[in-house]
T-cell receptor
Framework: AQKITQTQPGMFVQEKEAVTLDCTYD???????LFWYKQPSSGEMIFLIY??????QNATEGRYSLNFQKARKSANLVISASQLGDSAMYFC?????????????FGTGTSLTVIP | DVKVTQSSRYLVKRTGEKVFLECVQD?????MFWYRQDPGLGLRLIYF???????EKGDIPEGYSVSREKKERFSLILESASTNQTSMYLC????????????????FGAGTRLSVL
C-alpha cells in the first residue's frame, strides 16, 4: 500500500486565490511527522511546513497552512493568496517516528500552475 | 542556513562507465540520503546513512553503492552506468534521531540530472 497518496497530478489557480493540495497517508505508527516540500523548475526541494502527529493545532508558516485531519489521515496543504512564484511541484512526505532509519516516504507530487 | 551541495548539476556519461555523485553538507547532520526522482514516480530512496561508514539500503539499491568516509560527505556510485539510470538524483541530510523523532526535516541539494547514453 502507498504510504503517501497525492491524487492531483496537476492543479491550476488564479493569482491571489487560495488553493488546496491534497495528501493522504497510511501508517500504524502513533508517532509520525508530515512534511510538504516545494520543487521549482530549478530542481531544489524546499521545505515548506511540518505537522507532528501529536500536534493539537494545524501548522502554519506564512501563506502556507496544513489542514491536518488525523482521523481521515489527510494532511492537505493550503496556499493562500497565490503568487506566480508558487508555480512548482509540491510533494507531501511522511516520516514514521518509532521505526528506525529516518526514512521519508514521498508522494508522487502535484504540479501547481498559478495563472496571472 | 543548512547547505547541501551536490557536485554537479548536469552530468552526461556513457553506458558502462563508473559514475560518482558527490554530496556535502555543512550542518554536522548525522543522516544523509540519496534519492532518484522520475516523472510520475516521485522520490525513491536509494540508500541512506545514519553515521560515518554506516549505510542502509533504501527501496531501489540495485545498481548503486554508497560511501560515507566522513560525516559531511556522502557519495553515490553507479558501478556500471546503464541507460535506465538516467534520472534526477537528489541528496538530502537531516539532523539525527534526537528527542523529536518524527520532526527531522530533510534538507536537499539542488539535484544532479544524469544522462547515460
Amino acid at each position: 500500500a502507498q504510504k503517501i497518496t497525492q491524487t492531483q497530478p496537476g492543479m491550476f489557480v488564479q493569482e491571489k486565490e487560495a488553493v488546496t493540495l491534497d495528501c493522504t497517508y497510511d501508517t500504524s505508527d502513533p508517532s509520525y511527522g508530515l512534511f510538504w516540500y516545494k520543487q521549482p523548475s530549478s530542481g531544489e526541494m524546499i521545505f515548506l511546513i511540518y505537522q507532528g502527529s501529536y500536534d493539537q493545532q494545524n501548522a502554519t508558516e506564512g501563506r502556507y497552512s496544513l489542514n491536518f485531519q488525523k482521523a481521515r489521515k489527510s494532511a492537505n496543504l493550503v496556499i493562500s493568496a497565490s503568487q506566480l512564484g508558487d508555480s512548482a511541484m509540491y510533494f507531501c512526505a511522511m516520516r514514521e517516528g518509532v521505526r528506525t532509519g529516518n526514512q521519508f516516504y514521498f508522494g508522487t507530487g502535484t504540479s501547481l500552475t498559478v495563472i496571472p | 542556513d543548512v547547505k547541501v551541495t551536490q557536485s554537479s548539476r548536469y552530468l552526461v556519461k556513457r553506458t558502462g562507465e563508473k559514475v560518482f555523485l558527490e554530496c556535502v553538507q555543512d550542518m554536522d547532520h548525522e543522516n544523509m540520503f540519496w534519492y532518484r526522482q522520475d516523472p510520475g514516480l516521485g522520490l525513491r530512496l536509494i540508500y541512506f546513512s545514519y553515521d560515518v561508514k554506516m549505510k542502509e539500503k533504501g527501496d531501489i539499491p540495485e545498481g548503486y553503492s554508497v560511501s560515507r568516509e566522513k560525516k559531511e560527505r556522502f557519495s553515490l556510485i553507479l558501478e556500471s552506468a546503464s541507460t535506465n539510470q538516467t534520472s534526477m538524483y537528489l541528496c538530502a541530510s537531516s539532523l539525527g534521531q534526537g528527542p523529536l523523532l518524527a520532526k527531522n526535516i530533510q534538507y536537499f541539494g539542488a539535484g544532479t540530472r544524469l544522462s547515460v547514453l
